[in-house]
């Protein structure tokens, strides 16, 4: 059942933020003869109460009063469906929905409600957060901003314990995430995993909602439990933010003299439109004759001080000594009068200030000192709790002093302008990643953890060195880190053509432009890494997290394996580790899922659907397939297992691959999906099967040339091998295709 609005049974606790609509001059908040409230809400133009009544600017701002019940509530439009509770110059606060699915013990569904809402005139404003609440839930929210969106959300835990109350919304039992600007609908669908069967008894139920970031606290198990009635706390306290703006066919723009009225300004909004607003010292409607009127600034000598002669001026005021004073009247007791027997007294006055500043300067000198020494003695503790003398003794006894470099935390901070919102290139669950330009030159990527356990030091350090010492032309090479912070920095090589993910899925001409056999060669590159990284290393080392996004392409469309954020080391002596299940939706082993038990046949799983991804050019999860095969995975063995593989796979490939090469790929990756690890391939059998489907595909005249020489040619006649076309600029320059991508 889709439940479009659901009527409020509480009154928000919302106050009005009008700015410069509202002044002292309340009549200027509407039109004449309009109503300016509805119970405690003000409506400023260019809303107006009520259907042709002239109050309003057009059909898309008028609202209804409605007093039916006996307490005036304010609604968009003439239905009841979408209540207000707040105006103000840029945005307004409406009613909340969610979508909800509850289920009984034995897992079938007990109450099913999605949720879906549209506006016309307006958009939902990115101060909103999707949110979803569950131990075995996943979401789905899907709108429109000129172009289709979708996005996902899951919770998971297996036991109580596992939630945190401390308010955030870790992923665990509650998860968040951001929308695009632009939005004018969204619809919100909720799913189970398992259908609650293994968290029943503390999690019946799942919700699912868009609302104002900030109002929602999640409080753990109370609200996994309905115990702390979530379901009226979301209904009663979490609004939706909307943004208005008035539409560009009431004024072409804001150059126009008609757009706003006197002593105001137009701007113009980044979604379209405009809106208008009164200028500095002025205030009332500025959509209204007569404008905005001045403020008399010397009626408010809380707001603006004047303790002389205050003399208002248009948008400003004078305020002076009187006569035969001196000094500043904004001031208490600023203005003085000369007099000649007090000269002496003011000059042992001035010298006392000038001694007092003078003691003040030497003060706050010793201040900075201590204060410099303590952020030195705090740099040095944080070196030693994150291991980084365990760390030198081990480069000095290895004598890896080259691969690994110690990085100070003044050099990245310099390297990244302080960490600055301008150098972000990725953010993700487990950090954020920052461009960042050495001294020497280099350009590296930043990559600042949010988690750590300090407990695990040495751990941690020990997995620095092995990862330093992987050399391997398609990983990203770690360069070093930093640990004079709280939580230790690493520091990779920049890698600067976007992903692999991006060149699948951005389509020229309605169609990918890498060739058969540019695929054939990123596959087999990621799998020779990944079989590098299972048993080539001095400690085998599980990825954990493959997927397009995390394999980049470098100039030269060489493949680079990134983000090992969630990557863990294997000891020899073992063949499988217990850990907390992470991942990424659509690529995540079932059976690691399942059992927490971690192998490398995981890396396998998710390189089987990078694969399937690779040669079909769809998405790994997708809402315009059935329920059943959402999951690319599932989609892909089924319409292999049912012979209609040629529907999905890209036509492009159809035309350039033989149907014994694309069988053998498929065949392949059905192997790879294997939902039971120790039937899949190792990564090792996987490069030489597509190895082998390789040389099938080049012509008799490539095979002749050397490798290095095909790639010379490329490079030359300015073409990769991804087709006989140009190469596509993403930006116009190499410079703004910088992407670095951070789970």
């Not at 952020?375 to 003398?389: A, P, T």
């Not at 935390?409 to 990244?416: E, I, M, P, T, V």
């Not at 939706?585 to 079932?590: A, Q, T």
Request: charged share 20%; with cysteine; net charge negative.
């Amino acid at each position: 059942m889709l439940l479009h609005f659901i009527l409020s049974l509480y009154t928000f606790p919302f106050t009005m933020a009008l700015g410069t609509l509202q002044g002292s001059n309340t009549s200027a908040i509407a039109k004449p003869n309009c109503p300016t409230h509805c119970g405690n809400v003000t409506v400023p133009y260019p809303f107006g109460i009520g259907k042709d009544t002239g109050c309003s600017l057009d059909d898309s701002f008028y609202v209804t009063c409605n007093t039916s019940d006996g307490t005036p509530k304010l609604f968009l439009g003439s239905t009841d469906e979408i209540q207000i509770y707040s105006i103000s110059d840029t945005e307004f606060r409406m009613h909340n929905g969610f979508a909800n699915r509850c289920y009984n013990r034995n897992g079938t569904i007990s109450e099913d409600y999605d949720w879906s809402i549209e506006l016309s005139a307006f958009t939902f404003s990115v101060k909103n957060k999707f949110t979803v609440l569950g131990c075995d839930d996943y979401s789905f929210i899907r709108g429109r901003n000129g172009e289709e969106f979708s996005s996902a959300c899951m919770g998971v835990c297996s036991k109580a314990q596992d939630v945190s109350d401390n308010g955030q919304c870790p992923g665990v039992g509650c998860c968040q995430t951001s929308i695009p600007k632009g939005l004018n609908y969204y619809n919100i669908t909720l799913n189970s995993f398992q259908n609650h069967t293994d968290v029943w008894s503390f999690n019946r139920c799942g919700f699912a909602f868009l609302g104002e970031e900030g109002t929602f606290v999640f409080q753990g198990t109370n609200d996994l439990s309905l115990e702390g009635g979530v379901w009226e706390r979301i209904d009663a306290t979490v609004p939706i933010v909307v943004d208005w703006v008035i539409a560009r066919e009431h004024t072409r723009n804001c150059s126009e003299s008609s757009a706003c009225k006197e002593n105001s300004s137009c701007y113009e909004v980044e979604s379209g439109g405009y809106r208008c607003r009164c200028n500095n010292g002025f205030e009332g409607n500025p959509y209204l004759d007569p404008g905005c009127q001045d403020i008399n600034e010397c009626d408010d000598p809380g707001t603006h001080p004047c303790y002389g002669d205050c003399k208002n001026t248009p948008g400003s005021y004078n305020c002076t000594c009187p006569s035969g004073s001196f000094g500043d009247a904004k001031i208490e007791n600023g203005c003085q009068h000369p007099n000649n027997s007090k000269f002496s007294s003011t000059i042992l006055i001035i010298a006392l200030v000038f001694g007092l500043l003078a003691i003040l300067s030497s003060i706050l000198g010793i201040f900075y000192g201590i204060r410099r020494r303590k952020l030195m003695k705090l740099r040095e503790k944080f070196f030693e709790q994150n291991g980084g003398l365990l760390l030198k003794e081990k480069i000095k006894s290895q004598g890896s002093q080259e691969a690994m470099t110690l990085f100070s935390l003044a050099q990245l901070r310099k390297a990244s302008n302080n960490y600055s919102q301008q150098n972000i290139i990725g953010r993700g669950a487990f950090g954020v990643v920052y461009k960042g330009v050495l001294s020497d030159k280099r350009v590296v990527a930043i990559k600042k953890s949010i988690i750590m356990d300090g407990s695990q030091a040495e751990q941690f350090i020990n997995e620095v060195l092995i990862l330093t010492q992987v050399i391997h032309r398609n990983v990203v090479k770690l360069l070093g880190c930093c640990l004079e912070e709280e939580i230790p920095v690493l520091v990779y090589e920049f890698i600067s053509n976007n992903t692999l993910g991006h060149h699948i899925h951005s389509k020229v001409g309605g169609m990918s432009w890498l060739s058969w056999e540019s695929r054939l060669r990123v596959a087999i590159e990621t799998a020779g890494a990944l079989a590098y990284l299972h048993s080539e290393t001095l400690m085998p080392i599980i990825h954990r997290d493959v997927k397009s996004t995390n394999i980049l392409l470098d100039d030269n469309y060489t493949v680079k394996i990134s983000d090992f954020g969630a990557s863990r080391l294997i000891p020899l002596d073992r063949e499988q580790v217990t850990t907390l299940v992470q991942g990424t939706l659509g690529y995540l082993d079932p059976e690691y899922f399942n059992t927490n038990k971690l192998t490398e046949k995981s890396d396998v799983y998710s390189f089987g659907v990078v694969l399937a991804e690779l040669i079909t050019g769809k998405k790994v999860i997708s809402a315009d397939r059935s329920n059943d095969e959402k999951s690319l995975a599932t989609y892909f063995v089924n319409s292999v297992t049912e012979n209609r593989l040629h529907g999905i796979i890209e036509p492009r490939i159809l035309d350039e691959a033989t149907p014994e090469q694309i069988q053998g790929v498929a065949d392949l990756v059905k192997r790879c999906l294997n939902l039971q690890g120790c039937d899949r391939p190792t990564m090792k059998e996987v490069v030489l099967e597509l190895g082998n489907l390789r040389k099938s595909t080049t012509h008799p005249w490539i095979q002749q040339q050397t490798c290095e020489e095909t790639r010379s040619l490329d490079l030359e006649v300015g073409q990769s091998d991804l087709y006989d076309v140009s190469l596509v600029s993403y930006g116009g320059s190499k410079s703004s295709n910088t992407f670095i991508h951070v789970v």
